[in-house]
């Protein structure tokens, strides 16, 4: 019984970000309108920490 406490606290110490950086999303998105019609653009980031950041664009 005290193994398996002990094995959920540190389950839920890691799933809420207590043993490092959380990680950031964020969503960009835009709507352009020219000469070739309208366009739309989406980007979405993912930080963690301060110096690695991964990046799609749609």
Do not use: E, W, Y
């Not at 960009?28 to 963690?48: E, F, K, L, P």
């Amino acid at each position: 019984m005290k193994a398996a406490l002990i094995l959920l606290t540190f389950a839920a110490l890691a799933g809420c970000g207590v043993d490092g950086a959380p990680i950031r999303p964020s969503l960009n998105t835009g709507v352009t309108v020219g000469a070739n019609g309208v366009q739309t653009h989406s980007r979405v980031n993912v930080g963690i920490g301060s110096r690695i950041n991964v990046g799609i664009g749609l």
